[in-house]
């Protein structure tokens, strides 16, 4: 067996490893010369540049402008290559890579589902042996190129199926798995027995094989129903950026189950990131007071904790109330600073009476309106109020736990 393993890596590196296409001087120019261009107008003028590899520059050029967004340091890179538009589409972006590096390290890592190499390599940072395997020889020739140009050269590069390799591989500590969510048509799945490798099927040798798995799902995938779907789930990580959900994240291990799980709520922000954890036990056992006033401060969960479903152990923790069982909005006299979402300082709040309206609004023109728990939409709120979208107000539709629908009216608080 080990010397099948050892003589596929052989072959690869023979084969495959330096099948990279070397950009000519006048493709390496355009590139560098039209960076900032719009590549659909691009694609149009090949004739005026005979010399060029338009199609490899524009891939490029295309790929290089997702980058400066969403992986910075590898724009900043000039000898990172690009794959096509989907990889680039799916890779995850450079702060929930170092998020995952932030969980992971040791000797060995694997990542059986290599894709265009990020997690790979944000990861691989942090182990002395890596294996990359990814099924598509266009892929495995980027990330060789790539792990190369970022001085990785820990890594080895496998071009083969994930579950061809995975039963013949050696023991690591790490396995790092991304199925594919997408069915045969091109559209989403979001059931982990849907996904590409099926991590349910293959859960007893991952965990054989692994002192640690890490599985990066759909965000949209319920969370009990993952607990439910795999057996030895150790940890869960929600992970946002922005305050929108991207990942949810399951580390597995042989010897864990399912009770008792560590749900990690996290918000990477460009400030101090927030993390709130609680687990699915201690939220039916929490103890959560329902108010029908509005206190000095209002508070707003982010995407992970609302994902997580972690409504009262976030009331219970910092000793909130909550305006109604189905609002999930919170309150009180005092400033949280380190509340996992959104805090604000309340201006005033009204029913939806046009006087009491008008008195809460005066001059205002515009506002960031929510709907929590409320009988109408922003569009039709909007509608109503005359308010454009912006400004420095922020206006919760909801209701109380008296059932009373109200407006909230708030601003941002001072903080030291």
Known sequence: MKIAYFTHILLYRVK??????????STKAFIDAHLRDNVKELALQAAKYPGVDLREAITQISGRQVALAKIPSWAANG???YPRHLSMEQCSSENTAHYKASLVGGTSLTDLTGGFGVDCAFMGANFERVDYVERQTELCDIAQHNFAALG???VVVHNQEAT???PMMPPVEWIFIDPARRD???GKTVAISDCEPNVEQLEALLTEKANRVMVKLSPMLDVALALT??????????VSAANDCKELLLILNSSATTTEVPIHCVNLTAGSNQHFTFTREAEQQAVCSYTDQVGRYLYEPNASVMKAGAYRSVAAHFELLKLHPNSHLYTSDRLVADFPGRAFEVVGECTFNKKELKTLLGD?????LTVRNFPATVAELRK???LAEGGEDYLFATTLANDKKVLIRGIKPDTP
């Not at 495959?16 to 001087?25: A, D, F, K, R, Y």
């Not at 205002?364 to 960031?368: C, G, S, V």
């Open 79 to 81: 000898e990172i290559r």
């Open 229 to 238: 779907t795999l057996q030895h789930i150790c940890e869960v990580h929600i």
């Open 184 to 186: 045969g048509h091109g």
């Open 152 to 154: 990785l050269n820990q």
């Open 364 to 368: 205002l023109k515009k506002a960031n």
């Open 384 to 386: 109503r109020t005359k």
């Open 164 to 166: 061809e390799y995975l």
């Open 16 to 25: 495959e490893g330096i099948n990279m296409n070397v950009l000519s001087p």
